[in-house]
C-alpha cells in the first residue's frame, strides 16, 4: 500500500513539473525595421536612422531608453531591438520620430513582440 502510494505522489509530481515546464511563457522579440528609399525607390544604403520618442515640451527633451540610432544595410534597412524595453503585459510600447540623416521622415508604432515596419522616402 504504501509503495502504491509513493508511486502515485511521486506521478503527480512528475505530471505538475512537465505542466508547468511546457507552459512557461515564452517573450518574443519586439523590434523595428525601417526602409529608407529614394525618391525613385530605390534602397538607401548607410543612411543614418534615428527613432526616438520627443516630449511635447522642448524642457523635458527625450526619453534616452526609447533614442536609439542605426545604420541601413545594403538593402536600405536599419534594424532595432527594443526588447528590453517592453514589459510583459504591457499594451503598446510607443510611437517614435523617425529621422533619416537629420530629417524627421515620419513615425512608427511600436507594437510589443511583434516585428515593426515602416518604409520612408528622402527628398
Known amino acids: 500500500m504504501k509503495t502504491v502510494f509513493r508511486n502515485s505522489i511521486l506521478f503527480i509530481g512528475l505530471v505538475t513539473i512537465m505542466t ?14 525601417i526602409t529608407v528609399l529614394d525618391a525613385a525607390n530605390a534602397p538607401v544604403p548607410g543612411a543614418e536612422v534615428k527613432l526616438y520618442y520627443k516630449y511635447a515640451s522642448d524642457s523635458l527633451g ?24 517592453f514589459k510583459s503585459g504591457q499594451a503598446g510600447l510607443s510611437v517614435l520620430d523617425i529621422e533619416v540623416d537629420g530629417a524627421i521622415l515620419g513615425i512608427i508604432k511600436i507594437e510589443e513582440e511583434q516585428q515593426n ?3 520612408v522616402n528622402i527628398p
Open 20 to 33: 508547468m515546464l511546457s507552459s512557461c511563457y515564452k517573450e518574443k522579440e519586439t523590434t523595428a525595421v
Open 117 to 119: 515596419e515602416e518604409t
Open 62 to 85: 527625450t526619453d534616452l531608453r526609447l533614442d536609439k540610432t542605426a545604420t541601413t544595410d545594403a538593402s536600405g534597412k536599419a534594424n532595432f531591438n527594443y526588447t528590453d524595453e
